[in-house]
DNA sequence: CGACTTCATGGTACCGATACCACCGGGTAT
DNA sequence: ATACCCGGTGGTATCGGTACCATGAAGTCG
């Protein structure tokens, strides 16, 4: 404070309840082992004075920071605030605090932030990429926590992965444009160096390339962070200027897919007639009610919630990968 | 660890190097106040077992945390992550870290997490609401860290506040759709009870009712956390219904926007020719290559960094409320 | 009724870092 | 030459809780 007031202190608690501060932490960790009419007085010191427990001090003592630290690739696509919500509302539940912290998708941030986040001894850590450096493996493997790694899932795993086959929900969405007719499909990526999980989905696309006309690949640049609509108009702009009979652009992801969409409306292209275009994610506006994209669904709110359980559950076995899938949703775009 | 190895202490990595940890202290914290040869002594020893500071240890002895708590509204919707980068470089630079939760536009659930925060000692508190409950207010009084509010400029702030007038906001993009010749303009709201800013922005529009044909405001309930383009959709349909001859629509947020002006798409409506539609915030899919969508503008970036710049400045004057503004973008739909 | 258990509570050591002060050796000022 | 300063280093106390063990009182059982 501003005016050399310090914190109150269990002490200070513990000395207007007229208890020792060894009751005062009971009463506020496991009041069931405290008399009732010892927490009522405890009770009323603590509001009282307006104290609220130090968990840096609990933490050290007890050697349990109740701390789980997450580091996503980012925040300003919404894709992980589903997952992030789930694992919050799980953790808290089992009284442990979500430790946020965005990698912008860079190896090298991501390899920092590890360190720091190791700084306050979370509990478990969880990722949202799964390309690290040599530097972050060794400190994931020192730490001796658990780890979990989500969106994805890499063979073998850090610890552990929740997730689901990038590769085959890139060749399954291909699928769904071949089934509907389409031979001439192109992809729309993304040049993120390090995203190896739109590299995933690119390849699921090749693997089914045999089956098409031609192998038709575009990637775009995002600047830093963020790859927006913008650039799926780019990249469609791209793709037909190539490749003008194109019948159908498959997305990496839907922000991508949007721009597209967006960008053929204003060509005058008949989607789905014309042109199909599918999405990946299935974000707010991909729903019938906005942009009714063709896309592919994560249920990222599960992600997050398994995640949550099987930190929970401690003794998190290692090299174990859940697979919780995903669904093409056809809509009107395809 | 699962097999009772612990975390590398400081007193490790002294006998290590064969120092003093007080030595090892500085060679992590002040480099410059230890010899080079020292240093590297220690550096090595560090590497080598892989040493990470421990904060929390840190934090109590030193009685600076190094943290920051942000209480964000939502991260569903991306409003915020803009200020949320912002805020974090701004003090990673500072050597401060930031530590992030979701009230879900929940004064209760905020309350909850000041408290948790508060546990974890920050050096100040970012929140993105203005509506906190009495006992979280005294909690925030007490805590005697400085406190900010953003996205709004509450009169009088909890201690200080860096946004813009949401009121104006609310009132300047209702002004552009009557100087653009428009006299039957509706708003379409959110039933979000506690959201004060989208209440203000409201008024805003009231506030220049006296230009309009009639007052008309609608306002869609959404279900818990998410406020969707389907609701926008269901919105715009219940003024269509009963003002069937509006002109303009107001959106409360561009996600509202983006769900009413893909309906109006649907219902062969002509925008903007017959229908004018507006949104608030500027998100990535109001952009030109997107719906281009016309909305007010909000430098979320700028508000997070600014906040992060008077953190790291200690001595926040109490009272201060600094206007970042915004702007109004004409684009395609008005 | 005595031995044993259970419950509520307190004392003391300790978690792993940093603050504070002390110390040492060598250079500079007087 | 003595006093003083200063960069580099270490010892010890301390931060605010919790673990662990001990204590005393009340209840249980044969």
């Known amino acids: 404070m501003a005016d050399g007031r310090k914190w109150v202190t269990m002490g200070d608690v513990a000395a207007r309840a007229g208890v020792g501060k060894i009751t005062v932490s009971r009463a506020l960790r496991t009041p069931s082992k405290v008399s009732p009419a010892t927490l009522r007085k405890v009770q009323a010191a603590v509001d009282e004075l307006g104290y609220?427990?130090?968990?840096?001090?609990?933490?050290?003592?007890?050697?349990?920071?109740?701390?789980?630290?997450a580091l996503v690739s980012t925040l300003e696509e919404p894709v992980f605030a589903a997952t992030i919500r789930g694992l919050t509302e799980g953790l808290g539940a089992g009284g442990l605090q979500l430790m946020l912290a965005t990698t912008q998708y860079d190896p090298e941030t991501e390899a920092s932030l590890i360190s720091t986040m190791l700084g306050r001894r979370p509990e478990a850590l969880v990722l949202t990429s799964d390309r690290h450096t040599p530097a972050a493996h060794a400190l994931l493997e020192r730490a001796g926590i658990p780890v979990l790694e989500l969106w994805g899932l890499p063979n073998p795993p850090v610890h552990a992965a929740v997730g689901f086959f990038n590769r085959e929900a890139g060749a399954a969405?291909?699928?769904?444009?071949?089934?509907?007719?389409?031979?001439?499909?192109?992809?729309?990526?993304?040049?993120?160096?390090?995203?190896?999980?739109?590299?995933?989905?690119?390849q699921g696309y090749v693997d089914l390339c045999g089956q098409l006309a031609e192998e038709r690949i575009v990637a775009v640049t995002p600047r830093p962070g963020v790859a927006g609509p913008d650039l799926g108009a780019q990249g469609l702009g791209v793709i037909l200027q190539r490749w003008p009979d194109t019948?159908?652009?498959?997305?990496?992801s839907d922000?991508?897919?949007?721009?597209?969409?967006?960008?053929?409306?204003?060509?005058?292209l008949d989607v789905p007639g014309q042109l199909a275009i599918s999405g990946f994610g299935d974000f707010d506006m991909a729903s019938p009610a906005a942009l009714a994209l063709t896309t592919v669904h994560i249920d990222g709110l599960a992600i997050g919630r398994r995640a949550a359980e099987l930190i929970l559950a401690g003794e998190l076995p290692k090299g174990l990968r859940e697979n919780l899938g995903f669904t093409v949703v056809r809509r009107a775009t395809s």
């Open 52 to 69: 609220v427990l130090d968990e840096t001090a609990g933490a050290l003592s007890s050697q349990r920071s109740r701390v789980v630290g």
């Open 173 to 202: 969405i291909t699928r769904h444009m071949i089934e509907t007719g389409r031979r001439r499909v192109a992809f729309l990526g993304l040049n993120r160096e390090h995203d190896t999980r739109a590299q995933l989905r690119r």
């Open 247 to 252: 019948e159908a652009v498959v997305c990496v």
């Open 255 to 268: 922000m991508l897919a949007s721009g597209a969409l967006c960008e053929a409306w204003r060509r005058g």
